[in-house]
């Protein structure tokens, strides 16, 4: 049977982990392409790939393989303008209650997203699958941007959204589960610098906020830069900078 092809965000932490398995153990025998992303302000992202060959060494090389590691910062870097001149005053205004937190989170996913949609257009894959959790609170992983803006997002360029362990409900039935698969539930999980845990539950001004800066300035964005063009990793794609001589 030919295999679907998916493109999975690797972020080198358990839940991608445990996602990478789940799709692996699909009956549509999928080949799960891994990948993982720097922003720019990500600590040792070379650590995911250790967590790729643990996959790798499990399922087999003809049904898991790991792109590497790219940079996202040139895509992140679109979405700062206008929030960063904005006085505190004209952010709750225009952006309710959406944190600066919150605000990288939105853009950095979203620059996740793009690079894969581009990545799956270079492997001709079918689907563009992440480790997102709806009970770990970061308004990115709820219902109004997992489900239902990246997912339109997604289905816009053409590929298919899964979100494989996403209504699962805390660590400890996902570090059972990677047990059960016989895996140390470990990693060396590269770090974010700019990201912080949520501090306590999320009121409806910081969901409205974070959705309005999405529809309102990187939806725009992303059209006019036609960042979701057939085949745009042609001119968009690439693993690292080059850089200029001493």
């Not at 803006?149 to 990677?178: C, H, I």
């Amino acid at each position: 049977m030919e295999k679907k092809s998916v493109i999975l965000m690797l972020s080198g932490g358990r839940d991608s982990f445990l996602s990478a398995c789940h799709l692996l153990e699909n009956p549509d025998n999928y080949l799960v392409k891994m990948v993982t992303f720097d922003n720019g302000c990500s600590y040792q992202s070379g650590n995911a790939g250790k967590v790729a060959d643990r996959i790798i060494s499990k399922y087999g090389k003809d049904r898991a393989e790991y792109l590497g590691v790219y940079k996202i910062s040139g895509i992140v870097r679109e979405f700062f303008f206008p929030y960063f001149n904005m006085k505190p005053s004209e952010q709750a205004e225009r952006f309710q209650g959406m944190t600066p937190s919150q605000f990288h989170c939105l853009v950095c996913r979203t620059g996740m997203y793009i690079c894969s949609i581009w990545l799956a257009q270079r492997e001709k894959a079918h689907i563009i699958a992440e480790g997102g959790r709806k009970e770990q609170q970061f308004v990115i992983e709820l219902p109004g941007m997992a489900q239902d803006r990246y997912k339109s997002l997604v289905e816009r360029a053409g590929f298919t959204l899964e979100l494989p362990v996403y209504f699962m409900d805390n660590d400890w039935e996902r570090d059972n589960e990677l047990l059960r698969r016989h895996y140390l539930c470990k990693t060396y999980e590269p770090k974010c610098l700019i990201g912080v845990p949520v501090n306590g539950s999320i009121d409806q001004s910081v969901i409205d906020g974070v959705h309005a800066y999405y529809d309102e300035i990187i939806l725009p964005q992303i059209e006019k830069l036609r960042f979701l063009d057939k085949e745009a990793y042609r001119n968009w794609l690439g693993t690292e900078y080059d850089e200029l001589e001493p």
